[in-house]
């Protein structure tokens, strides 16, 4: 694969949002389709039985998969200079990320919706936040940025793009 430059965005446990579909947009990044992923790993008789096989793992390095995905991602994008990846999940599979953000304001909204006991939302936040760190903590010093819950859309997508133009990456 040529050099491509990385960005993964999540809100988890959320599949997409606005903010980030604005953010893709603005640097003019291809973004991936997870779900056309899937379909193209699917597709091939080897990878579906390694998929199978790992059905009921955890999300988190795993090296076989690991390199499943990045094939996947070449025959659907290895000529895009720039990819825009949703979720965290991929820095589990991809060799090099040039900046993450991850946004908790969903987390913090489950953890705290009425009838939540306010224990089970603590351990939420808490198990989430342990979850997705284990993926970020490998990211190179100053390739992460968190949105903590309260920022409205367009100050997320505004402070996306000003750490990105950082990177060199908007």
């Known amino acids: 694969m040529a050099k491509q430059r990385i960005i993964v965005l999540d809100n988890p446990p959320l599949e997409r949002d606005a903010w980030a579909d604005a953010v893709f947009q603005a640097v003019g ?41 990045r094939e996947a991602l070449i025959q659907l994008h290895g000529d895009a200079p720039l990819l825009g990846l949703w979720g965290t999940a991929w820095l589990s599979y991809m060799d090099a990320i040039d900046a993450c953000i991850v946004d908790w304001s969903e987390v913090e909204a489950r953890a705290s919706a009425p009838g939540v006991p306010a224990g089970d939302g603590e351990m939420f936040r808490q198990k989430s936040r342990s979850f997705v760190h284990a993926s970020t903590d490998r990211l190179p010093e100053g390739r992460l940025l968190e949105f903590e819950p309260g920022l409205e859309t367009g100050a997320r997508t505004a402070r996306a793009l000003d750490f990105l133009r950082t990177l060199d990456l908007a």
């Open 29 to 69: 990044c291809v973004q991936v389709d997870n779900q056309q992923v899937s379909r193209t790993m699917a597709a091939n008789p080897d990878t579906l039985k390694l998929l199978l096989a790992n059905a009921g793992a955890m999300p988190g390095p795993n090296a076989p998969l690991a390199a499943k995905y």
